[in-house]
């Protein structure tokens, strides 16, 4: 397995489309790589390393220039978009010296549904082509309706875990004004091409009858922690679906942004007060949990995963291993799940 503590040859969340203006560039990081993330006037979003290869300025702090090139602020020097060098001003005629052969590393950008994805390649594998296509909201003409973004104090394996653990709404999200009977639960588990879903079924929760008494729900992840719940219903007789992508990117080793955005049609726009009024606050829950977590796990303690409770978090583990092995041997990666329905009390 590598060494890198990060998936590799996969799509992360780099920025909402919202947040960049034409003209504008900023730096992100991700996966512990400093990341310039602009768009061009015209409209175009493209991402290089944020390090300038002459003195190591981040080339964030300087501007884009009228031909959508980025301009070094220490010596002028200008990178294309893909990362080549264009301009060296300090050179003088004769000097035998192609600014051409210079360039920063650029990264695969995919950008729909309001979000702008950022491709991390495997080292030595900058240069081929993406190993999938970016995740796409399961919606016709998606477009972010609500977004909370809150920064976990931890790594991206808490975090994605402790998201899709199964058993702990009752204690972690539980109050007075929102109590959670804990209950037997049974799901149906099924793989995906880099994941696993659990497959379309009646939700559990008080929560969804907002939405109408026939609501189903089906939730899919997929690495590395791409979770999307498509939530479908009838509300006075019409179909209604409302879509909730969950993601995790990793801006260090220790710390990770988590994001939650719904998708829903423009005539349901009722519902965005509900999502307003608790989503920070669940979300909030999950990352004071995982903050507290850490008390604990700075003694570097032995844990333990449980059937059938912490399955998701197993199988979360394996894909790991399985995707890493496949990108070190370069090798079509062989999901290791398999269906099956896990119980539970929650």
């Not at 200008?78 to 300090?90: A, E, K, L, Q």
Request: aromatic content about 10%.
């Amino acid at each position: 397995m590598s060494e890198d503590v990060f998936l590799r040859d996969l799509w992360y969340l780099g920025a909402r489309s919202a947040t960049l203006k034409s003209g504008a560039i900023r730096r992100e990081m991700l996966l512990g790589e400093p990341v310039l993330i602009g768009r061009t006037a015209a409209g175009g979003a493209f991402a290089v390393r944020d390090i300038c290869p002459h003195r190591g300025v981040p080339l964030s702090s300087g501007k884009i220039m009228p031909d959508g090139t980025v301009e070094c602020p220490y010596h002028g020097w200008r990178f294309r978009t893909d990362g080549v060098c264009s301009h060296i001003p300090s050179l003088v005629p004769g000097q035998d010296m192609d600014p051409a052969k210079i360039r920063v590393r650029s990264y695969p950008v995919h950008e729909r549904d309001g979000l702008i994805w950022v491709y991390m390649p495997a080292p030595g594998r900058e240069n081929a082509p993406p190993r999938s296509e970016a995740p796409e909201v399961p919606l016709k003409g998606a477009k972010p309706r609500w977004v909370e973004s809150q920064t976990f104090h931890c790594g991206i394996d808490h975090a994605v875990i402790g998201l899709m653990d199964p058993a702990h709404a009752p204690f972690v999200h539980g109050r007075w004004w929102w109590r959670v009977p804990i209950r037997e639960k049974a799901k149906n588990y099924a793989p995906l091409q880099n994941g696993f879903m659990i497959t379309r079924h009646k939700p559990s929760k008080q929560a969804y009858k907002i939405l109408g008494g026939d609501v189903t729900t089906e939730i899919t992840f997929e690495l590395p922690s791409t979770r999307f719940e498509n939530i479908s219903g009838t509300i006075a007789g019409k179909r209604l679906a409302v879509i909730g992508l969950t993601v995790c990117t990793p801006r260090d080793a220790e710390t990770t942004e988590v994001t939650q955005v719904f998708f829903w049609p423009a005539w349901l726009g009722f519902i965005k007060p509900f999502f307003m009024a608790l989503g920070p606050t669940f979300l909030g829950d999950d990352r004071r949990m995982v903050e507290l977590q850490r008390q604990g796990l700075k003694f570097n303690p032995a844990l333990m995963l449980i059937q059938d409770a912490d399955m998701p978090a197993i199988w979360y583990h394996r894909l790991k291993k399985a995707w890493s092995e496949s990108v070190a041997a370069g090798v079509p990666f062989v999901n290791p799940v398999q269906e099956r329905t896990l119980r539970w009390r929650s």
